[in-house]
C-alpha cells in the first residue's frame, strides 16, 4: 500500500498537486483500516447496503487502463460514500463528504488542464478548479460552525484511486476517461447536495440549495463534452 501511494505521488508531482496531496497520502500510511472497517477514524467504510447520502447508483471510479466499466466494478473498490458509526453527526457526514468530493474535483481539474488534448477538456478543468475552490472556502466556513477542520484534500480512498487513474492518461485517452468521470461524480454530488436541501440543518440545506444550479449547470457542460470527447457513458 505505502509503495503505491509513493508511485501515485511521483506521477503527480509534475503536475505541482503534490503538495496538496503528500499530507493526506502520509496520514493514510499511519492510519489505514484498524480491522473493523473503518479508516483514519473518520467512519469511512465500503458500505454497499447503507447509503444515506451517497451515490444512488454506487458507480464506482476505480478504472485501469485496459479494463471495461463493468470489468472495473467487478473488481471491487470503495463507493464515494461515508457511513458514520453514530448516526447522530449526520451534518458533519455532509460537510465531509461535500468538502472531500470538491477536492477531488479540483486536482481532477488541475490534471485535465495539464493532461487533455481537447480545449474544452481544459476549459472545464480550469472551471472546476475555479468553481470547487470556490465552494471548498464557502464548506470551509460551515465546517467551523459546526466543529470541524476545513478540508482541502480528498479523505476517501476511492478518491485517491480516480485521481491515481487519471494519471495514467494523456490526450484524447486522457479526455475521454476524465468526461466520464466528471459525468459521475457531477451526478453524484448533485444527489448528494439535493439530499443537504431536504435533510440538512436550515444554515446547510440554504447552501446546498444556492449550490446546486452552479453543479447542475457543471452536469450539463461534462454530459456534452463527453459526447464530443466520444466517452463512454454506458453503465453510469
Known amino acids: 500500500m505505502k509503495l503505491e501511494r509513493r508511485r501515485f505521488l511521483s506521477g503527480l ?23 473493523d472497517g473503518y479508516r483514519n477514524g473518520g467512519g469511512y467504510r465500503n458500505n454497499h447496503e447503507n447509503r444515506p447520502n451517497g451515490n444512488p447508483s454506487g458507480n464506482n471510479i476505480t478504472d485501469q487502463p485496459g ?16 457511513v458514520y458509526e453514530s448516526a447522530e453527526k449526520p451534518a458533519k457526514n455532509w460537510l465531509v463528504e ?4 470538491n477536492a477531488t474535483e479540483v486536482a481532477a481539474g488541475a490534471l485535465a488542464q495539464e493532461r487533455g488534448a481537447s480545449q474544452e477538456v481544459k476549459q472545464f478543468g480550469q472551471r472546476m478548479v475555479t468553481d470547487h475552490s ?7 466556513d460551515l465546517a467551523r460552525k459546526y ?12 478518491q485517491w484511486t480516480l485521481l491515481k487513474n487519471l ?3 494523456s490526450g484524447q485517452d486522457f479526455d475521454r476517461f476524465y468526461a466520464r468521470t466528471m459525468v459521475q461524480e457531477h451526478r453524484t454530488d448533485v444527489h448528494h447536495y439535493e439530499m443537504g436541501v431536504k435533510e440538512q440543518p436550515k ?5 446546498a440549495n444556492e449550490t ?14 463527453a459526447g464530443k470527447v466520444g466517452a463512454d457513458l454506458s453503465g453510469t
Open 212 to 225: 446546486l444550479p452552479i453543479l447542475r449547470d457543471h452536469l450539463a457542460m461534462i454530459e456534452e463534452i
Open 13 to 35: 508531482a509534475t503536475t505541482g498537486l503534490v503538495l496538496l496531496l503528500a499530507p493526506a497520502v502520509a496520514r493514510a500510511d499511519d492510519d489505514d483500516d484498524n480491522g
Open 134 to 140: 470556490q465552494e471548498l472556502d464557502a464548506l470551509a
Open 147 to 158: 466543529g470541524l477542520d476545513p478540508i482541502r484534500e480528498p479523505v476517501m480512498m476511492e
Open 203 to 207: 444554515d446547510i440545506a440554504s447552501h
Open 67 to 82: 479494463q471495461s466499466y463493468q470489468q472495473s466494478r467487478q473488481a471491487g473498490g470503495e463507493s464515494r460514500e461515508t
Open 98 to 101: 461535500a468538502m472531500s468530493g
Open 167 to 169: 494519471t495514467m492518461y
